[in-house]
């Protein structure tokens, strides 16, 4: 355990130092995932404004005011942006430029100074898209959370998802020991996930084969559940089962890696790593 | 006749920006920037005719890049007056761009995805050179430098020496009259070093054309030039033939002993300047003219096994250049 | 004109590029293709609300979308490759070359690389705006199709122009990464009409980075909504950037070789 703990540790000292020399270019990439939601949301106040400012969605926790939408989105950019990764990308790159075998002599699954160079990424954008969150919340007159309770649940249920969401994505930057043309794969992932996680639309406006679809897919766990459970939008009978979800997804991601990751090793040093 | 490169006082300074490390420095130099001058070429002056093959010899930082460069019409000069084929360079003239060309060793103007042939009938294209001249000049080419097996390839499948080979026939494929050759062996292994020295001398033999060559190799300088250009903190040092400048600067021979005993070669140590001693091995620096006079007593005195006569080596000399550069100031 | 022959030539040698960007072709056409119907899904899921957005309907977002894949493709296959060059040349300092050829440097820089094989974009514009103009049962008269081609080149215009600014800017700047991320951030945002947006980046989309003259001009152009001064304005404001851009460029390259101003 305590080695866990000094690696850990070692290697988010120098993840940090790294993100520091990025400085600007680090901020700039921060605010890139602020974009997506901004727009939608952007889109979604028009549709509001169309219909006469009125609701759109059904009655109860499902319909949505102008102002619930940007709760809605305003969540979403802190939640989305806890928990990206790009290692799907990376990946590729690492295959292609060949800075991965040196990665996989050493005694530690590469995953694990991904994973710090992550939570660096993360502990240290925070601080600086604060303030631009600040603002926009400011600007923007979000309705505030319905429950203390359910926005408590919400902090596990982030930190669930964001679990959920790196093994995945690593799962499917393992792919890249197949092929490096990944680029159509990831985009159906991406596409898969704007849609069933919420990052479109709110789940309760999707027409109902989609919202069908994404009850039986990780994608809700991912984004939507933890997004809903902060804003309060769970009914309460429904809060144990979302997390129940969110751990089986888990093992499942776990299982799937795992597999993927080792064929995917016999497969990169059959071909010469 | 006219010189085809007249350089008159020739000066270039940089303006750069300093700046110390940490973080209050960089938001100090937000607000005040401190400048300092660097002088790389201080005021040069010379003169080339066709046809010469001219060495600029220095030290890394010496200017001798920078002086090429303004040449090429690459840099504007500070100070001072240049005229190559009757233009002045950095007006960058078209008819005077059409008549020079210049190879930077390590650095390639091929493009790096596609085979070299089809960067050259990019260059073809870009210099409108008519296809018959064409034709002839990459069929000399191609044999000359063994290019046919490397055509087809894409260019960033071939070595470092084969790309250098690639490099120099896309910069003669216009038939330029002058060639700025900047360090174009570097990194490039000593084989292939002797070829493309080959191959310039035979450009500029078959050709006429004129070269300007820097590097900090001495082989090339001695293998291509017979006359060479100093230079050395952006001066002019040295301007004249390989061979008088060592005997004006280092006058002497190193004459190299091979003595039977360790006791010989110690009574050695008084007929010279003892360059380096090791048992009975002895090597001494005698003046030119006093040589032949030194080793016949040598000879004669003590017992010689074996014996060399050398001239001093180039870099020596060079060094010797720079030693009294530096005296002087 | 001579170069216009330089054009034809560096066009064919870009077709000779290799094996590697040709398969990647495919690829391409297949994520793109995934992105489109993720923006055409979530625009359908909005209409469901509601038929129109500030004026908008489905089929007007949907022209403007597809020259907004359009000019994309266009920047991917002409700019982007050629600016991208330059600024890598600079850092190495092999733009030196560019300068040795007896032909303009601006012009041998921003069109000698055409990267044929990101035309993804490019056809799935065309096919989308031919699908889109159907739905909308517009018939394209002459005028109209003058407009739009007129519009389209005065895009194309701002947009070299926008970026040859950027990337003159590497001269004093070598890393300008973030910048181009800006950009390409506020590019996304023109996938939608811009009315959607508060007015307070609206001005930032129209004169900051142009994106309302890159694509939404020439979607009204398509969408036969564009009168006279609109298309006269974009062809001033193109013919202005070109002009202002390559002074800059000019401007720039003397710094770089050190020609005291």
Same mark, same amino acid.
């Given at each position: 355990?305590?080695?866990?703990?000094?690696?850990?540790?070692?290697?988010?000292?120098?993840?940090?130092?790294?993100?520091?020399?990025?400085?600007?270019?680090?901020?700039?990439?921060?605010?890139?995932?602020?974009?997506?939601?901004?727009?939608?949301? *952007?889109?979604?106040?028009?549709?509001?404004?169309?219909?006469?400012?009125?609701?759109?969605?059904?009655?109860?926790?499902?319909?949505?005011?102008?102002?619930?939408?940007?709760?809605?989105?305003?969540?979403?950019?802190?939640?989305?942006?806890?928990?990206?990764?790009?290692?799907?990308?990376? =990946?590729?790159?690492?295959?292609?430029?060949?800075?991965?075998?040196?990665?996989?002599?050493?005694?530690?699954?590469?995953?694990?100074?991904?994973?710090?160079?992550?939570?660096?990424?993360?502990?240290?954008?925070?601080?600086?898209?604060?303030?631009?969150?600040?603002?926009?919340?400011?600007?923007?007159?979000?309705?505030?959370?319905?429950?203390?309770?359910?926005?408590?649940?919400?902090?596990?249920?982030?930190?669930?998802?964001?679990?959920?969401?790196?093994?995945?994505?690593?799962?499917?930057?393992?792919?890249?020991?197949?092929?490096?043309?990944?680029?159509?794969?990831?985009?159906?992932?991406?596409?898969?996930?704007? =849609?069933?996680?919420?990052?479109? *639309?709110?789940?309760?406006?999707?027409?109902?084969?989609?919202?069908?679809?994404?009850?039986?897919?990780?994608?809700?766990?991912?984004?939507?559940?933890?997004?809903?459970?902060?804003?309060?939008?769970?009914? *309460?009978?429904?809060?144990?089962?979302?997390?129940?979800?969110?751990?089986?997804?888990?093992?499942?991601?776990?299982?799937? =890696?795992?597999?993927?990751?080792?064929?995917?090793?016999?497969?990169?040093? *059959?071909?010469?790593? | 006749?006219?010189?085809?490169?007249? $350089?008159?006082?020739?000066?270039?300074?940089?303006?750069?920006?300093?700046?110390?490390?940490?973080?209050?420095?960089?938001?100090?130099?937000?607000?005040?920037?401190?400048?300092?001058?660097?002088?790389?070429?201080?005021?040069?002056?010379?003169?080339?005719?066709?046809?010469? $093959?001219?060495?600029? %010899?220095?030290?890394?930082?010496?200017?001798?890049?920078?002086?090429?460069?303004?040449?090429?019409?690459?840099?504007?000069?500070?100070?001072?007056?240049? /005229?190559?084929?009757?233009?002045?360079?950095?007006?960058?003239?078209?008819?005077?761009?059409?008549?020079?060309?210049?190879?930077?060793?390590?650095?390639?103007?091929?493009?790096?995805?596609?085979?070299?042939?089809?960067?050259?009938?990019?260059?073809?294209?870009?210099?409108?050179?008519?296809?018959?001249?064409?034709?002839?000049?990459? !069929?000399?080419?191609?044999?000359?430098?063994?290019?046919?097996? %490397?055509?087809?390839?894409?260019?960033?499948?071939?070595?470092?020496?084969?790309?250098?080979?690639?490099?120099?026939?896309?910069?003669?494929?216009?038939?330029?009259?002058?060639?700025?050759?900047?360090?174009?062996?570097?990194?490039?292994?000593?084989?292939?070093?002797?070829?493309?020295?080959?191959?310039?001398?035979?450009?500029?033999?078959?050709?006429?054309?004129?070269?300007?060559?820097?590097?900090?190799?001495?082989?090339?300088?001695?293998?291509?030039?017979?006359?060479?250009?100093?230079?050395?903190?952006?001066?002019?040092?040295?301007?004249?033939?390989?061979?008088?400048?060592?005997?004006?600067?280092?006058?002497?021979?190193?004459?190299?002993? !091979?003595?039977? /005993?360790?006791?010989?070669?110690?009574?050695?140590?008084?007929?010279?300047?003892?360059?380096?001693?090791?048992?009975?091995?002895?090597?001494?620096?005698?003046?030119?003219?006093?040589?032949?006079?030194?080793?016949?007593?040598?000879?004669?005195? %003590?017992?010689?096994?074996?014996? /060399?006569?050398?001239?001093?080596?180039?870099?020596?000399?060079?060094?010797?250049?720079?030693?009294?550069?530096?005296?002087?100031? | 004109?001579?170069?216009?022959?330089?054009?034809?030539?560096?066009?064919?040698?870009?077709?000779?590029?290799?094996?590697?960007?040709?398969? @990647?072709?495919?690829?391409?056409?297949?994520? +793109?293709?995934?992105?489109?119907?993720?923006?055409?899904?979530?625009?359908?899921?909005?209409?469901?609300?509601? +038929?129109?957005?500030?004026?908008?309907?489905?089929?007007?977002?949907?022209?403007?979308? +597809?020259?907004?894949? &359009?000019? @994309?493709?266009?920047?991917?296959?002409?700019? #982007?490759?050629?600016?991208?060059?330059?600024?890598?040349?600079?850092?190495?300092?092999?733009?030196?070359?560019?300068? &040795?050829?007896?032909?303009?440097?601006?012009?041998?820089?921003?069109?000698?690389?055409?990267?044929?094989?990101?035309?993804?974009?490019?056809?799935? #514009?065309? #096919?989308?705006?031919?699908?889109?103009?159907?739905?909308?049962?517009?018939?394209?008269?002459?005028?109209?199709?003058?407009?739009?081609?007129?519009?389209?080149?005065?895009?194309?215009?701002?947009?070299?122009?926008?970026?040859?600014?950027?990337?003159?800017?590497?001269?004093?700047?070598?890393?300008?990464?973030?910048?181009?991320?800006?950009?390409?951030?506020?590019?996304?945002?023109?996938?939608?009409?811009? @009315?959607?947006?508060?007015?307070? &980046?609206?001005? #930032?989309?129209?004169?900051?980075?142009?994106?309302?003259?890159?694509?939404?001009?020439?979607?009204?152009? &398509?969408?036969?909504?564009? @009168?006279?001064?609109?298309?006269?304005?974009?062809?001033?404001?193109?013919?202005?950037?070109?002009?202002?851009?390559?002074?800059?460029?000019?401007?720039?390259?003397?710094?770089?070789?050190?020609? +005291?101003?």
């Amino acid at each position: 355990m305590r080695y866990w703990v000094t690696v850990y540790r070692a290697n988010l000292k120098i993840a940090i130092a790294q993100m520091l020399q990025y400085r600007f270019g680090i901020l700039i990439w921060a605010v890139w995932g602020f974009v997506g939601p901004l727009i939608s949301l *952007a889109v979604w106040t028009s549709a509001s404004v169309a219909r006469g400012g009125g609701s759109i969605g059904a009655a109860g926790s499902g319909s949505y005011s102008r102002a619930d939408f940007a709760a809605y989105f305003l969540t979403f950019m802190i939640v989305g942006h806890l928990t990206m990764s790009w290692d799907a990308f990376e =990946f590729a790159f690492r295959v292609r430029d060949g800075n991965l075998s040196p990665k996989l002599l050493r005694p530690l699954h590469p995953i694990h100074s991904d994973v710090t160079f992550n939570i660096a990424f993360k502990l240290t954008t925070c601080v600086m898209i604060l303030p631009a969150w600040v603002l926009l919340f400011v600007v923007l007159h979000p309705t505030p959370p319905h429950s203390l309770f359910s926005f408590l649940c919400g902090i596990p249920a982030v930190v669930m998802a964001g679990l959920i969401r790196y093994i995945l994505q690593y799962s499917l930057a393992v792919i890249a020991f197949w092929t490096t043309r990944v680029e159509a794969i990831n985009q159906l992932y991406f596409t898969l996930d704007a =849609f069933l996680a919420g990052r479109i *639309a709110p789940l309760s406006l999707l027409p109902g084969w989609m919202g069908l679809m994404a009850m039986y897919l990780p994608f809700r766990s991912m984004g939507a559940f933890p997004v809903e459970l902060l804003l309060g939008r769970v009914p *309460a009978e429904q809060i144990l089962p979302g997390f129940i979800m969110q751990i089986a997804w888990l093992g499942a991601a776990v299982c799937v =890696f795992r597999i993927m990751w080792r064929a995917g090793i016999k497969q990169y040093s *059959a071909v010469g790593a | 006749m006219e010189p085809q490169i007249l $350089v008159e006082n020739l000066r270039k300074v940089y303006r750069v920006h300093e700046r110390e490390s940490g973080a209050k420095a960089s938001i100090t130099s937000l607000f005040h920037r401190k400048y300092r001058e660097v002088q790389a070429v201080e005021s040069v002056s010379f003169n080339i005719e066709a046809g010469e $093959v001219v060495g600029f %010899l220095g030290p890394n930082g010496a200017g001798k890049t920078t002086s090429l460069k303004m040449l090429a019409g690459l840099l504007h000069p500070t100070a001072g007056v240049a /005229t190559v084929l009757g233009h002045t360079p950095w007006k960058r003239d078209p008819d005077f761009l059409r008549n020079i060309s210049l190879v930077m060793g390590n650095r390639n103007q091929l493009m790096w995805d596609i085979p070299a042939m089809d960067s050259f009938e990019v260059n073809r294209a870009i210099y409108d050179i008519p296809e018959a001249q064409f034709r002839e000049t990459l !069929d000399e080419l191609i044999s000359l430098l063994e290019l046919e097996p %490397l055509l087809k390839k894409p260019v960033r499948g071939l070595s470092l020496g084969e790309r250098m080979k690639c490099e120099l026939a896309a910069a003669l494929l216009h038939r330029p009259k002058v060639l700025f050759l900047d360090e174009p062996t570097l990194g490039v292994d000593v084989t292939m070093q002797g070829r493309i020295r080959h191959f310039v001398a035979e450009q500029n033999r078959r050709h006429g054309a004129t070269v300007l060559l820097t590097s900090h190799y001495m082989a090339d300088v001695t293998a291509l030039c017979k006359r060479i250009i100093v230079i050395h903190h952006g001066k002019i040092l040295y301007d004249g033939q390989l061979s008088s400048l060592s005997d004006r600067i280092a006058p002497y021979k190193s004459v190299m002993l !091979d003595m039977e /005993t360790d006791e010989a070669a110690i009574q050695a140590e008084a007929y010279g300047e003892v360059i380096e001693r090791k048992g009975a091995k002895i090597t001494l620096r005698i003046k030119r003219e006093k040589t032949s006079e030194v080793v016949a007593r040598l000879l004669s005195d %003590l017992p010689v096994q074996d014996m /060399t006569v050398e001239d001093p080596p180039i870099e020596d000399v060079i060094e010797q250049v720079f030693q009294q550069a530096k005296e002087a100031t | 004109m001579r170069y216009m022959r330089l054009l034809v030539v560096f066009f064919k040698t870009s077709l000779q590029t290799d094996m590697e960007y040709r398969v @990647d072709f495919f690829t391409r056409i297949l994520a +793109s293709l995934l992105g489109l119907l993720t923006t055409l899904g979530g625009l359908s899921v909005v209409f469901t609300y509601t +038929s129109n957005i500030h004026g908008w309907k489905l089929a007007d977002m949907v022209v403007l979308l +597809s020259i907004y894949y &359009l000019m @994309d493709g266009i920047i991917e296959m002409f700019i #982007g490759p050629n600016m991208r060059q330059i600024m890598e040349q600079v850092r190495q300092g092999t733009l030196d070359f560019v300068l &040795l050829k007896p032909i303009s440097a601006q012009f041998l820089a921003t069109t000698r690389q055409i990267n044929i094989w990101r035309m993804a974009n490019v056809l799935i #514009g065309i #096919g989308l705006s031919i699908f889109s103009v159907n739905r909308l049962s517009l018939s394209i008269g002459p005028v109209q199709a003058v407009a739009f081609a007129v519009t389209m080149a005065a895009s194309v215009g701002i947009v070299y122009s926008f970026w040859l600014f950027l990337v003159t800017l590497t001269f004093w700047v070598v890393r300008i990464d973030n910048l181009e991320q800006i950009v390409a951030q506020a590019f996304e945002a023109g996938r939608y009409p811009i @009315d959607i947006y508060p007015s307070w &980046l609206r001005g #930032g989309l129209t004169y900051v980075i142009p994106v309302v003259f890159m694509i939404t001009v020439p979607a009204r152009a &398509l969408a036969g909504r564009a @009168d006279g001064p609109q298309v006269l304005t974009s062809i001033i404001i193109a013919a202005c950037a070109v002009t202002l851009s390559s002074w800059f460029w000019r401007f720039g390259l003397k710094n770089y070789t050190g020609a +005291s101003a």
